[in-house]
């Protein structure tokens, strides 16, 4: 019961230490993170000791190094059992564990043991030892031990290392994992023939009739290298029968090899369109946050294009391969998908990184479906939506869409607009979209602010070239106050004032503001 309280007072106390949580992140960050960068650094610096240790073994063979480097591989070697014992520890949590097991316990009413409480954490720990890479990082780990020499087989162990730190040699290594059942087919094939063959020209060239096969082994010798078609011409079939079956097994290899090269190549295409995934992946993990582009249509491409030229982060999700690849052309982060895939979601990290969402299909089901799916991650996301009949604009509004946009009717607004005053259409066209590079900008009044508590006509707007569109005055429910009047309207803190004008004037404006 001592025991059981000692362990149950740990667990709390590690569960509710910021310290301890932060060290193990960081040491998950740089062991287990692919997006991280501290990992990339630390696994080029394990590469370099995987293959400087390796080359002391091979070394040492035949010369005499000096002091030094067995100092270095003491050190190195050292690093690995660092690394273990780390991966180890953020393999899983062990103190998690006990208190999901002690809460389990208490909520069934039933009694538990310390022996309860530890098993399952254990037993991930287990696990983890006994796990393939785990058992490669250990045998890496032996070679080290000199007085056995026997133990210097397993240094090429260390070399296996390397798939650790490398994720195209893990995709690599992966096709191998998915198509094992096709590899054991051919192996088992391989095998047979090997067999087959090797026994009869033991039978018809053993007896004597070819001097350079003595023994069994001799033949699957001969055999293995006439099947891969390697024939080192060592051993040459003497016998008619021999001849012959040297035929059907060189055919046979052929057969062999073209099937293992067409299981090899179809798994490595469809493996690479994963590591392209997987690297959209990564470069969106790297981003503070985005802006979720979901359809990447006529309405997608425009807003995208828009988007880039104002150095916008955004992430485009589309089904079709086909307009992925567009987006891709113009090197923009794109991933092939269906956005209504919570996990895609997730793997995006739109619950905690993506600061607004557009969804541009032309499908008002399918952008309900999005909309859901993004809400259900996080209820505070902003999410604007196509909408392409009047009957969905309610659905979507209620499914959490903060406006819904009909295309079409934008574009019928914007002829009556020309219809009606082209000059003045023309020139604000002009204005908006091409010939001066205009920008609409929100300006936070903050309390540092040389504009706070001053009137408009004071805080040198004009010596910029900018026009105030309004003010929105937070305190006030984000009241709007259209063109206030600059010589009575008084600036306060946490105003958001609305200008437009040219860009690099707007941000001189914004420096001159906090200037000392």
């Not at 993990?285 to 425009?302: N, W």
């Not at 005055?473 to 004032?497: C, G, N, Q, S, V």
Request: aromatic share 12%.
């Amino acid at each position: 019961m001592y025991l059981k309280k000692r362990l149950l007072s740990l667990a709390y106390a590690l569960e509710a230490s910021q310290t301890y949580k932060k060290v193990k992140f960081n040491a998950y960050e740089i062991l287990e993170d692919h997006t991280s960068d501290h990992k990339k650094y630390f696994d080029f610096f394990m590469i370099f000791l995987v293959f400087s240790t390796i080359l002391i073994l091979i070394l040492e063979i035949k010369n005499t190094l000096p002091p030094f480097v067995y100092t270095y591989e003491t050190i190195a070697v050292v690093i690995f059992i660092l690394e273990w014992l780390g991966r180890l520890w953020v393999s899983s949590s062990i103190h998690e564990s006990i208190i999901s097991a002690h809460e389990k316990f208490e909520l069934e009413e039933s009694e538990s043991s310390s022996w309860m409480l530890l098993k399952p954490a254990l037993s991930d720990k287990v696990r983890f030892i006994i796990s393939p890479m785990s058992i490669i990082d250990l045998l890496a780990i032996l070679p080290s031990y000199r007085p056995l020499r026997i133990l210097r087989f397993f240094l090429l162990f260390r070399l296996f290392k390397v798939f650790r730190y490398t994720q195209s040699l893990n995709f690599l290594l992966k096709v191998f994992v998915e198509k094992r059942y096709e590899f054991l087919t051919l192996l088992m094939i391989f095998t047979f023939m090997v067999f087959f063959a090797s026994t009869v020209i033991y039978i018809f060239e053993g007896n004597g009739s070819n001097d350079k096969i003595n023994n069994f082994f001799d033949a699957i010798y001969w055999a293995v290298i006439t099947i891969t078609t390697v024939g080192y011409g060592d051993i040459a079939p003497q016998t008619l029968a021999g001849r012959l079956i040297t035929t059907i097994l060189i055919v046979g290899g052929i057969a062999i090899i073209s099937f293992m090269t067409s299981i090899i190549t179809t798994s490595m295409t469809e493996k690479m369109q994963e590591v392209k995934e997987q690297q959209v992946l990564n470069a969106v993990a790297k981003l503070k946050s985005f802006i979720l582009i979901c359809g990447f249509g006529k309405m997608g491409k425009e807003l995208a294009r828009e988007l880039h030229r104002a150095n916008e982060a955004f992430v485009i999700v589309d089904k079709s391969e086909d307009e992925i690849a567009l987006a891709k052309k113009e090197n923009f982060l794109a991933l092939c998908a269906d956005a209504t895939d919570i996990e895609v979601l997730k793997e995006l990290k739109c619950d905690t990184k993506m600061r607004q969402a557009v969804t541009l299909t032309t499908d008002d089901a399918l952008n309900l479906s999005i909309i859901m799916s993004l809400k259900s991650l996080n209820p505070d996301n902003i999410i604007f939506s196509r909408v392409n009949n009047k009957e969905a604009k309610v659905k979507l509004e209620m499914a959490g869409a903060q406006e819904g946009v009909f295309p079409f009717n934008s574009a019928a607004k914007a002829a009556l607009a020309y219809y009606e005053k082209p000059i003045a259409y023309t020139a604000l066209d002009n204005i908006l979209i091409e010939q001066h590079n205009p920008v609409i900008e929100e300006i936070e009044i903050s309390r540092d602010s040389k504009a706070s508590d001053q009137f408009l006509n004071q805080i040198g707007i004009k010596g910029y070239n900018l026009k105030v569109l309004g003010v929105v005055r937070t305190i006030e429910e984000d009241k709007f106050y259209f063109h206030p009047d600059a010589d009575m309207f008084i600036l306060i803190e946490h105003d958001i004032l609305i200008v437009i004008g040219d860009r690099e004037d707007t941000r001189l404006f914004k420096l001159s503001l906090f200037k000392g």
